[in-house]
Protein backbone atom coordinates (compact mmCIF):
# COMPACT_ATOMS: atom_id res chain seq x y z
CA UNK A 1 0.00 0.00 0.00
CA UNK A 2 1.94 3.52 -0.83
CA UNK A 3 2.23 5.86 2.19
CA UNK A 4 0.05 8.53 2.27
CA UNK A 5 1.99 11.89 1.46
CA UNK A 6 2.57 14.27 4.10
CA UNK A 7 0.51 17.93 4.56
CA UNK A 8 2.09 20.70 4.05
CA UNK A 9 2.01 22.75 7.84
CA UNK A 10 -0.89 25.28 7.43
CA UNK A 11 1.45 28.02 8.54
CA UNK A 12 3.71 27.36 5.49
CA UNK A 13 1.25 27.25 3.09
CA UNK A 14 -0.05 30.43 4.71
CA UNK A 15 3.03 31.99 4.07
CA UNK A 16 3.82 30.99 0.59
CA UNK A 17 -0.07 32.27 -0.81
CA UNK A 18 1.09 35.83 1.04
CA UNK A 19 4.41 35.63 -1.16
CA UNK A 20 2.44 34.83 -4.31
CA UNK A 21 -0.21 37.50 -3.88
CA UNK A 22 -0.11 39.95 -6.68
CA UNK A 23 1.25 43.23 -6.01
CA UNK A 24 -1.39 46.27 -5.31
CA UNK A 25 -2.18 48.24 -8.05
CA UNK A 26 -1.87 51.98 -7.52
CA UNK A 27 -4.70 53.70 -6.39
CA UNK A 28 -6.58 55.68 -10.02
CA UNK A 29 -6.90 59.66 -9.35
CA UNK A 30 -10.23 61.21 -8.56
CA UNK A 31 -10.17 61.98 -11.97
CA UNK A 32 -9.82 58.85 -13.78
CA UNK A 33 -12.64 57.41 -11.27
CA UNK A 34 -15.09 60.01 -12.36
CA UNK A 35 -14.37 59.85 -16.50
CA UNK A 36 -16.22 56.42 -16.80
CA UNK A 37 -19.58 58.37 -14.99
CA UNK A 38 -19.49 61.59 -16.90
CA UNK A 39 -20.78 61.83 -20.54
CA UNK A 40 -18.42 61.51 -23.17
CA UNK A 41 -17.76 64.76 -24.96
CA UNK A 42 -17.44 65.17 -28.96
CA UNK A 43 -14.16 66.73 -30.34
CA UNK A 44 -15.94 69.77 -31.69
CA UNK A 45 -16.87 70.84 -27.90
CA UNK A 46 -13.43 69.76 -26.63
CA UNK A 47 -12.16 72.52 -29.27
CA UNK A 48 -14.71 74.85 -28.26
CA UNK A 49 -13.90 74.12 -24.51
CA UNK A 50 -9.90 74.91 -25.51
CA UNK A 51 -10.71 78.13 -27.65
CA UNK A 52 -11.59 79.74 -24.34
CA UNK A 53 -7.70 80.47 -23.38
CA UNK A 54 -4.92 80.62 -25.66
CA UNK A 55 -1.92 78.47 -24.91
CA UNK A 56 0.25 82.17 -23.76
CA UNK A 57 -3.09 82.74 -21.22
CA UNK A 58 -2.29 79.17 -19.89
CA UNK A 59 1.33 79.20 -19.56
CA UNK A 60 0.90 82.52 -18.13
CA UNK A 61 -0.24 80.83 -15.03
CA UNK A 62 1.35 77.71 -15.13
CA UNK A 63 4.90 79.29 -14.59
CA UNK A 64 3.03 80.58 -11.25
CA UNK A 65 1.92 77.39 -9.74
CA UNK A 66 3.65 74.47 -8.67
CA UNK A 67 2.02 71.41 -10.74
CA UNK A 68 1.89 68.80 -7.96
CA UNK A 69 -0.45 71.31 -6.15
CA UNK A 70 -2.74 71.92 -8.72
CA UNK A 71 -3.48 68.36 -9.41
CA UNK A 72 -3.82 67.95 -5.07
CA UNK A 73 -6.55 70.80 -5.50
CA UNK A 74 -7.97 69.76 -9.00
CA UNK A 75 -8.50 66.17 -7.38
CA UNK A 76 -10.35 67.54 -5.08
CA UNK A 77 -12.46 70.29 -6.90
CA UNK A 78 -13.86 67.73 -9.58
CA UNK A 79 -15.15 65.44 -6.25
CA UNK A 80 -17.28 68.30 -5.46
CA UNK A 81 -18.23 69.61 -8.99
CA UNK A 82 -19.68 65.73 -9.80
CA UNK A 83 -22.08 65.97 -7.02
CA UNK A 84 -23.43 69.19 -7.40
CA UNK A 85 -23.56 69.11 -10.38
CA UNK A 86 -25.40 65.22 -10.85
CA UNK A 87 -29.04 66.90 -9.81
CA UNK A 88 -27.91 71.04 -9.97
CA UNK A 89 -29.09 73.11 -13.49
CA UNK A 90 -28.64 76.15 -12.46
CA UNK A 91 -24.78 76.14 -12.38
CA UNK A 92 -23.58 77.49 -15.88
CA UNK A 93 -20.72 74.45 -15.85
CA UNK A 94 -21.87 71.84 -17.73
CA UNK A 95 -21.35 68.17 -16.94
CA UNK A 96 -19.90 67.96 -20.07
CA UNK A 97 -17.77 70.58 -19.50
CA UNK A 98 -16.50 68.40 -16.08
CA UNK A 99 -15.38 66.16 -18.24
CA UNK A 100 -12.99 68.26 -19.98
CA UNK A 101 -11.06 69.19 -16.91
CA UNK A 102 -10.83 65.58 -15.38
CA UNK A 103 -9.57 65.09 -19.14
CA UNK A 104 -6.82 67.47 -18.50
CA UNK A 105 -6.22 66.96 -14.84
CA UNK A 106 -5.55 62.77 -15.77
CA UNK A 107 -3.62 65.00 -18.61
CA UNK A 108 -1.29 66.67 -16.30
CA UNK A 109 -1.09 64.04 -14.12
CA UNK A 110 0.48 62.05 -17.03
CA UNK A 111 2.50 64.65 -18.00
CA UNK A 112 3.96 65.23 -14.28
CA UNK A 113 4.96 61.95 -14.20
CA UNK A 114 6.63 61.38 -17.28
CA UNK A 115 8.52 64.54 -16.96
CA UNK A 116 9.56 63.44 -13.56
CA UNK A 117 10.76 59.88 -14.47
CA UNK A 118 12.89 61.49 -16.92
CA UNK A 119 14.69 64.73 -15.15
CA UNK A 120 15.05 61.73 -12.57
CA UNK A 121 16.85 59.25 -15.29
CA UNK A 122 18.80 62.11 -15.83
CA UNK A 123 20.14 62.99 -12.35
CA UNK A 124 20.73 59.29 -12.09
CA UNK A 125 23.17 59.40 -15.05
CA UNK A 126 25.06 62.27 -14.47
CA UNK A 127 25.71 60.77 -10.46
CA UNK A 128 26.78 57.47 -12.16
CA UNK A 129 29.06 59.17 -14.88
CA UNK A 130 30.66 61.18 -12.33
CA UNK A 131 31.16 58.10 -9.92
CA UNK A 132 32.68 56.40 -12.34
CA UNK A 133 35.08 59.26 -12.96
CA UNK A 134 35.50 59.67 -9.34
CA UNK A 135 36.38 56.25 -8.83
CA UNK A 136 38.98 55.79 -11.31
CA UNK A 137 40.63 59.12 -10.15
CA UNK A 138 40.76 57.95 -6.39
CA UNK A 139 42.43 54.85 -7.43
CA UNK A 140 44.92 56.40 -9.78
CA UNK A 141 45.72 58.84 -6.65
CA UNK A 142 46.24 56.10 -4.32
CA UNK A 143 48.26 54.30 -7.19
CA UNK A 144 50.84 57.09 -7.01
CA UNK A 145 51.03 57.73 -3.20
CA UNK A 146 51.84 54.00 -3.10
CA UNK A 147 54.97 54.92 -5.51
CA UNK A 148 55.98 57.20 -3.57
CA UNK A 149 56.21 56.64 -0.05
CA UNK A 150 57.36 53.11 -0.79
CA UNK A 151 57.55 51.20 2.22
CA UNK A 152 56.79 53.47 5.18
CA UNK A 153 54.05 52.44 6.87
CA UNK A 154 51.97 54.90 8.42
CA UNK A 155 50.96 56.28 5.04
CA UNK A 156 50.31 52.96 3.80
CA UNK A 157 48.68 52.43 6.75
CA UNK A 158 46.19 55.86 6.16
CA UNK A 159 45.91 55.22 2.80
CA UNK A 160 44.25 51.70 3.78
CA UNK A 161 41.69 52.89 6.18
CA UNK A 162 40.60 55.71 3.84
CA UNK A 163 39.97 53.24 1.10
CA UNK A 164 36.02 53.18 -0.05
CA UNK A 165 34.59 49.56 1.33
CA UNK A 166 31.87 50.10 -1.99
CA UNK A 167 32.92 51.77 -5.20
CA UNK A 168 29.23 52.43 -6.18
CA UNK A 169 28.36 54.83 -2.45
CA UNK A 170 28.29 58.21 -3.60
CA UNK A 171 29.00 59.43 -0.27
CA UNK A 172 31.60 56.78 0.46
CA UNK A 173 33.46 58.03 -2.65
CA UNK A 174 32.93 61.54 -2.21
CA UNK A 175 34.48 61.02 1.42
CA UNK A 176 37.50 59.01 0.30
CA UNK A 177 38.44 60.97 -2.53
CA UNK A 178 38.24 64.22 -0.58
CA UNK A 179 40.58 62.19 2.32
CA UNK A 180 43.21 60.78 -1.02
CA UNK A 181 43.29 64.28 -2.17
CA UNK A 182 44.31 65.50 1.37
CA UNK A 183 46.93 62.33 1.67
CA UNK A 184 48.72 63.40 -1.91
CA UNK A 185 49.22 67.18 -0.78
CA UNK A 186 50.52 65.86 2.54
CA UNK A 187 52.82 63.78 0.75
CA UNK A 188 53.89 66.39 -1.92
CA UNK A 189 54.95 68.69 1.66
CA UNK A 190 57.70 66.93 2.11
CA UNK A 191 61.27 68.00 0.35
CA UNK A 192 62.06 64.57 -0.87
CA UNK A 193 58.97 62.82 -1.27
CA UNK A 194 57.65 66.02 -3.67
CA UNK A 195 60.95 65.17 -5.95
CA UNK A 196 59.07 61.53 -6.05
CA UNK A 197 55.80 62.72 -6.47
CA UNK A 198 56.79 65.18 -9.57
CA UNK A 199 59.09 61.99 -10.81
CA UNK A 200 55.90 59.35 -10.91
CA UNK A 201 53.38 62.30 -12.11
CA UNK A 202 51.40 63.21 -8.80
CA UNK A 203 51.90 66.54 -9.14
CA UNK A 204 49.59 69.96 -8.72
CA UNK A 205 48.01 69.48 -12.34
CA UNK A 206 46.99 65.88 -11.48
CA UNK A 207 45.60 66.85 -7.74
CA UNK A 208 43.42 69.63 -9.60
CA UNK A 209 42.08 67.42 -11.87
CA UNK A 210 41.20 65.18 -8.72
CA UNK A 211 39.45 68.55 -7.63
CA UNK A 212 37.39 68.94 -10.77
CA UNK A 213 36.02 65.55 -10.25
CA UNK A 214 35.59 65.84 -6.42
CA UNK A 215 33.41 68.64 -7.26
CA UNK A 216 31.51 66.77 -10.29
CA UNK A 217 30.71 63.96 -7.82
CA UNK A 218 29.49 66.25 -5.14
CA UNK A 219 27.25 68.42 -7.11
CA UNK A 220 25.77 65.40 -9.14
CA UNK A 221 24.82 64.03 -5.43
CA UNK A 222 23.73 67.45 -4.22
CA UNK A 223 21.14 67.44 -7.35
CA UNK A 224 19.71 64.23 -7.62
CA UNK A 225 19.14 64.41 -3.82
CA UNK A 226 17.35 67.28 -4.22
CA UNK A 227 15.14 66.31 -7.34
CA UNK A 228 12.11 65.85 -5.21
CA UNK A 229 11.87 69.16 -3.85
CA UNK A 230 12.88 70.49 -7.34
CA UNK A 231 10.50 73.65 -7.87
CA UNK A 232 10.43 73.94 -11.34
CA UNK A 233 7.85 72.36 -14.56
CA UNK A 234 9.10 71.60 -17.19
CA UNK A 235 7.54 73.96 -20.20
CA UNK A 236 5.44 71.07 -21.26
CA UNK A 237 3.80 70.89 -17.94
CA UNK A 238 3.24 74.79 -17.33
CA UNK A 239 0.96 75.00 -20.39
CA UNK A 240 -1.34 71.86 -19.55
CA UNK A 241 -0.97 73.25 -16.07
CA UNK A 242 -2.49 76.90 -16.47
CA UNK A 243 -5.22 75.43 -18.76
CA UNK A 244 -6.36 73.08 -15.25
CA UNK A 245 -5.98 76.35 -13.51
CA UNK A 246 -7.82 78.64 -16.37
CA UNK A 247 -10.40 75.54 -16.04
CA UNK A 248 -10.85 75.71 -12.14
CA UNK A 249 -10.77 79.67 -11.99
CA UNK A 250 -13.49 79.95 -14.39
CA UNK A 251 -15.43 77.16 -12.40
CA UNK A 252 -15.05 78.87 -8.94
CA UNK A 253 -16.49 81.64 -10.43
CA UNK A 254 -19.45 80.15 -12.00
CA UNK A 255 -20.28 78.15 -8.79
CA UNK A 256 -20.11 80.89 -7.08
CA UNK A 257 -22.84 82.81 -9.08
CA UNK A 258 -24.70 79.80 -8.78
CA UNK A 259 -24.34 80.20 -5.45
CA UNK A 260 -25.91 83.82 -4.87
CA UNK A 261 -28.96 81.76 -6.31
CA UNK A 262 -28.90 78.71 -4.70
CA UNK A 263 -27.31 78.46 -1.27
CA UNK A 264 -26.96 74.74 -1.57
CA UNK A 265 -24.52 74.90 -4.14
CA UNK A 266 -21.25 74.27 -2.50
CA UNK A 267 -18.33 76.94 -2.52
CA UNK A 268 -14.90 76.31 -4.30
CA UNK A 269 -12.40 77.25 -2.10
CA UNK A 270 -8.93 77.32 -3.29
CA UNK A 271 -5.83 76.36 -1.08
CA UNK A 272 -3.26 78.86 -0.14
CA UNK A 273 -0.64 77.57 -2.42
CA UNK A 274 -3.53 78.65 -5.28
CA UNK A 275 -5.43 81.67 -3.74
CA UNK A 276 -2.69 84.11 -4.76
CA UNK A 277 -3.29 83.61 -8.44
CA UNK A 278 -6.69 83.65 -8.60
CA UNK A 279 -7.11 86.27 -6.48
CA UNK A 280 -5.13 88.39 -8.54
CA UNK A 281 -7.16 87.23 -11.64
CA UNK A 282 -10.57 88.07 -10.68
CA UNK A 283 -11.25 88.90 -13.97
CA UNK A 284 -10.74 86.99 -16.58
CA UNK A 285 -8.72 87.32 -19.41
CA UNK A 286 -10.65 87.71 -22.36
CA UNK A 287 -11.17 85.08 -24.57
CA UNK A 288 -9.23 85.10 -28.06
CA UNK A 289 -11.00 86.88 -31.01
CA UNK A 290 -11.72 84.14 -33.40
CA UNK A 291 -10.06 84.65 -36.74
CA UNK A 292 -11.19 86.23 -39.79
CA UNK A 293 -13.12 84.15 -42.31
Known amino acids: MAAKKKKAPVAKAKTAAKKAAPARKPIESAAVKLLPKLPP????????????????????????????????????????????????????????????????????EDEVAKTRDAEMAEFRNSRSASLAVAAGVRRDLARRIRAVVGAQQT???????????????????????TATIALATRVRRDDLLETLADDIGLNEARLNSAYSALESLAGSTDLAATAAAFEGDA??????????????????????????????????IAAPSLKSIFAKHDVEDPAPTPPSP
Open 41 to 108: ISGKLRMAFRAAFTDDQCERWGELTKAQNVIDEARKWVITMERALKDDSDVAYSRRRLTYLCELVVLL
Open 235 to 268: PSVNLIEGRVLREMRLAQRLFLEAREVRSNVPQL
Open 155 to 177: YLKELADIAPTNDLSAPEMQHSL
